[in-house]
């Protein structure tokens, strides 16, 4: 079973009751302009983390921002493995031969390598497995290479990406109250 880190941001006391006392409109556009800059800012820490050995590893972590969850119609931000990988980006991936390259097939029959199929394994580790038609035949089991990277990359982070959040929201919300004061004005003539 994955394991998943839930992190709660705070801070700022200061913005946080700003934050609290602006109007939903306007706090639903301030919010996602700083999550986006903190997710940026964690998804450079965790790639950072994963070994130089595992490289190829980086190109399949990514971040992911959605507004309203369609079925929880909550605020969504995840930073992961194969996180917001649409199918373009995966055919892209497919298309690029350095990748392919890097994770295809070893012909010394020693594995499949690291590639967006097999990436759970080296994240995750899997139990002992064997192979049923050749005789219930042990193939083997992988250790967790790639464990706990996100959470090392937000513990890593967290100073920085906080302070990015803070910055891109008082930025956003100095541009939400200009934006507000121009249209009150044009009400006004």
């Not at 913005?15 to 700083?34: F, N, T």
């Not at 369609?70 to 373009?88: D, E, I, P, Y």
């Amino acid at each position: 079973m994955p394991k998943q880190t839930k992190v709660g941001i705070g801070g700022d006391k200061q913005l946080l009751k700003a934050l609290r006392k602006i109007k939903i409109e306007m706090r639903d556009k301030v919010a996602p302009a700083a999550m986006r800059g903190l997710l940026r800012v964690v998804t450079k820490q965790v790639k950072k983390e994963i070994p130089a050995k595992y490289k190829i590893a980086r190109k399949l972590v990514n971040h992911r921002f959605v507004k309203r969850d369609k079925v929880t119609k909550a605020t969504v931000a995840k930073t992961g493995f194969k996180v917001g990988m649409t199918g373009k980006r995966v055919a892209t991936l497919r298309k690029n031969k350095a990748y392919m390259k890097a994770t295809a097939r070893n012909t010394a029959g020693k594995g499949v390598g690291l590639s967006l199929e097999t990436l759970h394994w080296f994240v995750f580790g899997t139990q002992q497995r064997f192979n049923k038609s050749m005789g219930n035949r042990a193939t083997g089991k992988m250790p967790a290479l790639l464990e706990n990277t996100v959470a090392k990359g937000w513990a890593a982070s967290k100073p920085a990406a906080l302070a990015k959040f803070k910055e891109l929201a008082r930025k956003e919300l100095k541009r939400q109250i200009a934006k507000q004061k121009a249209k009150a004005k044009a009400k006004a003539k």
